[in-house]
């Protein structure tokens, strides 16, 4: 504990970034998961919303453990910047086709 | 590496322990109190006695609705049951705003009941989510300290090597951290399923606000009566009779335990009025079981139920919301509940006092930055001043007339203002004596209790004793056990500021350095 005191200014920033990682990236990736997996089943829709919304809380707290558990902040940043483009794109895609 | 890991694990658990931790306190503790939410409501009202024929009870509802809120588009009627003594009315006061009215009817005799006007449980289930700021920001404030509850608890799990080992350590003679340390490792094991099951589900209960996203992606489809409506004037349609409707859901469920018990009437004045009739749950545990019967409003016809069919994520869900109620819960498992929970603020508590502690370990005899002391203090004001304030929440209720305009609010504000000198106490006083003063006074608030019950409504309480009403008294056993607990606490503190060897020095280090 004593260690916080002795913090070196790149320490400082490293534990920021990941805070950011964690907050920030782990929602937008929780959120993304969320309307990912509900457009993907969509159908029934209450079922739909409950399989995109329970896990993505799971999936907010792994992001948070990954971004403080990774070696680097910019690992953890890229841990979770690469899957939430991707269920970005997913979206995105899964809202520009009509369902089926 | 791996030990790399570890050490960010535990860097993480104290952190997001720390920085919610007074927050998740709280939380836990009127959490824990909600769980006897009428049963409190029984006893911080203690004029209202009854029991009652619950179709009678919806008829004479009904009536003092259309007295009392005949303009209204949406009314609600809670019927009394075992565990709750008079019948709940709101209605939607018309209007663009969501605004609601509300008033506890007495069964007796269909007028409003005549109890001392106060929040009773309400108060503990509501703060336990909102914690009186307006509801948005406390529904915010509850759902970041959910995950901070579920980001402690993974790290705490992933940071303690020897999980299962520690669960058999308590060394409660050992003087200064390692108890302390101990006690937080035996509750955190204890408590941990209930713990992750809890923050867990109550995200889930409020993920409509916390997770819109799945809900915003998939467009919603045009639905719902139109609930606000216009209001109601003298021309709309007039409502068919309910007593056939009831009438049939005497037939469909009987009068048992969970029969008839709630009524959800929308759109009232419009052809698309709907009456709800909802079955009480019973010991079921998932809240989506509550059976319903519908009608139209204007007709009186029988519409057909809303397909009850869902899917093993809708099971889930429902499931979750049941088991964080916990309105299944009978006498014994409600009370283990309840016990969990309060171990679960001890867990709470202890991490938020093991932090400060080791910090100052940590520092020998030099000057603790302000930070520290600051964060003691705020420890001490919430972890010894909530349950103090919430004796003298129960204190008001009886000490305030009953009759006093706006005496509900009255209750709160003592709540309140006892928590502010709390905090005030805590930064005038040296700390140990400051945690002796608060937990003793706490302590003996809630002992007294029941004396004070005795004094200022003794025919009340006669009669609890006459018809063994278990409510009443069920409350004030809980009251003399909370207040032995707190002074126990606060003798166990006086023992660890005062070890036999230093006996005579009560300026102990801890306060010379504050």
């Known amino acids: ?100 | 590496m791996k030990e790399g890991f570890r050490r960010s694990m535990s860097w993480l658990h104290t952190w997001t322990g720390l920085l919610l931790g007074w927050v998740l306190f709280a939380m836990f503790l009127t959490g824990s109190a909600a769980y006897y939410r009428w049963e409190i409501t029984h006893w911080m009202q203690p004029e209202l006695r009854s029991t009652s024929q619950p179709l009678e009870t919806a008829l004479s509802a009904v009536t003092r609705l259309e007295n009392i809120a005949a303009d209204s588009p949406q009314w609600f009627i809670d019927l009394p049951d075992g565990r709750n003594d008079a019948a709940r009315l709101l209605w939607r006061i018309p209007g663009p705003e969501r605004r609601f009215g509300q008033e506890t009817m007495d069964p007796a005799n269909g007028r409003k009941a005549l109890a001392r006007e106060t929040l009773g449980g309400d108060f503990f289930y509501r703060f336990h989510f909102q914690f009186h700021l307006p509801p948005l920001w406390g529904r915010y404030l509850a759902g970041l300290a959910a995950m901070f509850m579920l980001a402690a608890l993974a790290t705490g799990v992933i940071a303690h090597r020897r999980f299962f080992a520690d669960f058999f350590t308590f060394r409660p003679g050992r003087p200064g951290l390692r108890s302390w340390l101990d006690f937080h490792n035996l509750a955190g094991v204890l408590t941990l399923p209930f713990c992750l099951v809890l923050a867990y589900s109550g995200l889930v209960i409020l993920s409509p606000l916390y997770m819109p996203w799945g809900r915003l992606a998939l467009a919603e489809p045009a639905h719902n009566p139109p609930a606000a409506g216009p209001i109601v004037t003298k021309h709309s349609i007039p409502m068919a009779p309910l007593a056939p409707m009831l009438q049939a859901a005497d037939e469909a469920w009987g009068r048992t335990e969970n029969g008839l018990r709630r009524i959800e009437i929308s759109g009232r004045g419009t052809e698309a009025c709907i009456v709800t009739l909802v079955r009480g749950q019973g010991r079921s545990l998932s809240v989506n079981s509550a059976e319903r019967l519908r009608f139209n409003g204007a007709s009186g016809l029988r519409l057909d139920a809303p397909s009850g069919e869902r899917g093993p994520a809708g099971n889930l869900h429902g499931a979750l919301y049941g088991l964080h109620l916990a309105r299944f819960a009978g006498p014994f498992l409600r009370c283990l509940l309840f016990l969990t929970g309060l171990l679960a603020t001890a867990l709470i508590g202890t991490g938020l006092v093991l932090w400060t502690q080791r910090r100052r370990s940590s520092l020998g005899h030099t000057r603790p930055a302000f930070g520290l002391v600051l964060l003691e203090k705020l420890n001490l004001a919430c972890i010894a001043g909530l349950p103090l304030s919430i004796a003298a929440f129960f204190w008001a209720n009886r000490l305030v007339p009953a009759t006093l305009e706006g005496r509900s609010d009255v209750e709160v504000q003592v709540f309140f203002c006892v928590w502010a000198a709390a905090v005030a106490h805590a930064f005038i006083r040296p700390q140990a004596s400051a945690w002796r003063e608060q937990l003793d006074s706490a302590g003996l608030l809630y002992l007294c209790l029941p004396a004070l019950d005795l004094l200022t409504s003794g025919k009340h309480l006669q009669a609890a004793v006459i018809n063994a009403d278990r409510a009443h008294l069920g409350f004030l056993a809980t009251m003399l056990v909370c207040g032995l607990l707190l002074l126990r606490i606060s003798a166990k503190m006086r023992a660890h500021a005062n070890p036999p060897s230093h006996t005579t020095q009560p300026a102990t280090a801890e306060e010379s350095v504050t």
């Open chain 1, 1 to 100: 504990m004593k260690a916080r005191a002795s913090l070196s200014k790149h320490e400082r920033w490293s534990v920021a970034s990941r805070v950011g990682a964690a907050v920030l990236g782990g929602y937008a990736l929780a959120a993304f998961f969320a309307s990912t997996v509900s457009l993907l089943v969509r159908h029934p829709r209450e079922e739909a919303l409950h399989l995109g919304t329970l896990p993505s809380f799971l999936v907010f707290l792994a992001a948070v453990l990954w971004a403080f558990a990774s070696r680097s902040a910019w690992r953890a940043w890229l841990g979770i910047l690469i899957p939430l483009s991707l269920l970005a794109l997913l979206t995105w895609l899964l809202n520009h086709t009509p369902p089926s």
